[in-house]
């Protein structure tokens, strides 16, 4: 058995709210964005999370860096336990750890040079190094995202989307992470941009065994980098199976209502597609249906469903799924 | 292409769209020609500097100050490219609607979503406030919002995302429109509330009639909901086609180029086949091809002459603008692979 890279166990991370009409002195209420997920990373692999806006999957991203600390569960990095208190755990985690974001230009800061940007994570974790050493990491780092040596003095501006993107990925691989966590890193990007980004994800992923966790709501572009995908909603994990397990045969009525969501580039199958559309909208997340969180949506709930919350259940040796009804299959 | 048909709502000849700027003119939008019939849906698909977005708020007389628009955009025969402000207001929102990509930044904050449906009704259609309500609240119906009755009182922060759309929707129809204008209709919409509003649209569509120009980026949206296709890139037509043929037989390198950039959910293939380059500098379009920078199957010509949108072939409507042929681009990637 390999042992796990990063493993996640009943992470929560609970937001107290207060409506501004309440009294100071009533109870605010309690918004589960992660509620008891749980799942392990192994070294080399890629974890996909999906889900709607508002599911949580950006904010478990965020408590895996305890960038949001988490409010409960525990997280362990190559066997030993993070708490979320331990800073001095966290710095030295995060050289192994690293994220790139959603918004690529958002993300750089407009003052400083493309050649900072970039070695700013050496001077953080490695002060050791010299100037010398690190503009030489850097050029190298550049060069391996596709960036040329001639732009190190560029400010982000300057840059298309695409490319301020490859920033942000040199940014993240210079302290040579074992592990990069991508939020939505292709989202805002254009179609033949996206592919080359996802493209030299791939390409450096292979080359340097690096793991990553990969956030979107596009399930094609999941589909096509993961190995293992954890489908989110309001919180929870529905579902967490192997990428072609899950799109072959979805294991939660969530999941298969996402699929066939998913509009397909061809005239001739989408025409013709029959819907499963979701009726209403997705509960709020400070009041949730009891049970299933996904009852209230759900084609095939029963009363059975508004009773205990569904742990994740095997159903077959690539799936499990958060659903009472959810049948077990051989294989 | 589908046949011609009978009764053209809109017809676009030679539009063009330039900005001044302080680096000189950038020309946004070059020659584009299409016309729409009752009840067909053409989709306007590009990335992000096609100028799929100019071409339409250049027909709606809705450009920035430092923009002009030329040629024609005929409805039913009229011009509506010079048209007073006055003139145009007649026609928009009433003939030709338009829905946008974020509706929370479409709709007015401060009104309630009653006041700014009535307030279409009585200025179109001169109906009293009480008969307005109620002819809203069954637009509000059309469009599936539950409890209508009562949420039609709501301001629109009190909506979800996909709700904000969908009265987006119903207050674009509510005086029948011939023509609807959707710019990103589902771009900022979770898949489920995206495939609800297409489903939606399909359905709209069935039961009024409407004419639908689709602007998108989104290939599989465009092949559930549309007839024709067209591809712009840099501000140019690249090709015009039926749906069936740019998704089954596209013709030109990048509408090819775009579909393999795409990963498919009924797809296993291992790498995305991605397109090299950057996205055009509107400001230094070269005079040929602007997809010439980008394009495998370059050559000189390419750079320094504009290709014309041509018939595919004599037996086909399928239009398309490059200097190679079909057959040279099949060979050259045949002997790629």
């Not at chain 1, 040596?149 to 300057?158: F, T």
């Amino acid at each position: 058995m390999r042992e796990a890279l990063l493993s996640v166990r009943n992470l929560q991370v609970h937001f107290k709210v207060r409506d501004r009409k309440a009294w100071p002195w009533t109870t605010p209420a309690t918004l589960k964005a992660v509620d008891g997920v749980s799942f392990d990373l192994y070294p080399g692999e890629t974890l996909g999370i999906v889900g709607e806006s508002g599911c949580g999957k950006s904010t478990l991203a965020r408590a895996c860096l305890n960038l949001i600390p988490a409010t409960g569960g525990e997280i362990f990095w190559a066997g030993k336990p993070l708490r979320a208190d331990d800073e001095r755990a966290w710095l030295a985690a995060r050289r192994d750890i690293q994220i790139i974001f959603q918004d690529p230009l958002a993300s750089l800061n407009p003052r400083m040079t493309v050649g900072r940007i970039i070695g700013e994570p050496l001077r953080v974790h490695r002060p050791e190094l010299s100037d010398d050493e690190v503009h030489r990491k850097v050029l190298a780092v550049m060069a391996e995202v596709g960036l040329t040596a001639q732009q190190i003095n560029r400010y982000p501006h300057e840059f298309s989307g695409g490319q301020c993107q490859r920033i942000g990925i040199a940014r993240a691989l210079i302290l040579e992470p074992k592990l990069i966590i991508c939020d939505e890193p292709v989202s805002a990007l254009d179609v033949s941009i996206r592919a080359q980004i996802v493209n030299l994800l791939q390409e450096l992923q292979r080359r340097k065994g690096l793991a990553l966790i990969f956030i979107a709501h596009d399930l094609a572009v999941v589909k096509h980098i993961s190995d293992r995908v954890l489908v989110l909603y309001m919180g929870k994990a529905m579902e967490l199976a192997e990428s072609d397990a899950l799109y072959a045969r979805p294991g939660h009525p969530y999941t298969q209502a996402l699929l066939s969501a998913i509009p397909i580039p061809d005239p001739r199958i989408e025409r013709g597609k029959v819907l499963q559309l979701l009726p209403g909208d997705m509960p709020s997340p400070i009041d949730p249906p009891s049970g299933c969180v996904f009852r209230t949506r759900c084609p095939k709930a029963q009363e059975i469903c508004a009773g205990d919350k569904p742990p994740l259940r095997r159903l077959d040796s690539q799936t499990s799924a958060a659903c009472v009804l959810a049948v077990e299959r051989s294989g | 292409m589908s046949d011609a048909p009978a009764t053209k709502v809109l017809e676009v000849k030679d539009l063009s769209v330039q900005f001044r700027t302080n680096d000189g003119a950038v020309y946004a939008v070059n020659h584009v020609d299409f016309e729409l019939g009752r009840g067909q849906t053409l989709g306007i698909v590009g990335e992000s500097g096609s100028g799929k977005s100019q071409t339409v708020l250049a027909m709606m007389g809705l450009l920035a100050r430092n923009g002009s628009a030329s040629g024609q955009v005929l409805h039913h025969g009229r011009n509506l490219l010079g048209l007073s402000p006055t003139a145009l207001n007649a026609i928009r929102g009433d003939r030709i609607a338009m829905i946008f990509q974020d509706p929370m930044t479409s709709l007015n904050p401060y009104l309630t979503v009653e006041r700014q449906m009535t307030e279409v009704l009585e200025l179109h259609r001169g109906m009293g406030r009480r008969a307005a309500r109620l002819r809203a609240i069954e637009a509000l119906d059309a469009v599936k919002i539950p409890d209508a009755r009562r949420r039609i009182d709501f301001y629109p922060h009190e909506f979800s995302g996909g709700m904000r759309q969908r009265v987006m929707i119903a207050m674009a129809l509510l005086c029948e429109p011939e023509l609807l204008i959707a710019d990103e209709p589902t771009t900022a919409l979770d898949a489920t509330v995206q495939a609800q509003i297409t489903v939606l649209l399909r359905e709209l569509q069935r039961d009024f009639g409407t004419a639908i120009l689709m602007i998108t980026h989104d290939l599989g949206v465009v092949a559930g909901l549309c007839d024709d296709v067209m591809v712009m890139y840099g501000g140019r037509v690249m090709e015009h086609a039926s749906a069936d043929d740019i998704f089954h037989r596209p013709s030109h390198p990048y509408t090819r180029g775009l579909l393999a950039a795409l990963p498919r959910l009924d797809d296993t293939s291992a790498k995305l086949v991605s397109i090299p380059g950057n996205p055009p500098n509107m400001n230094e379009l070269p005079p040929g091809c602007p997809f010439s920078a980008r394009c495998r199957y370059v050559q000189d010509r390419c750079v320094t002459t504009m290709p014309l949108l041509q018939r595919r072939d004599v037996a086909s409507t399928a239009l398309r603008a490059c200097h190679r042929s079909v057959a040279e681009l099949d060979a050259m990637e045949a002997s790629d692979a």
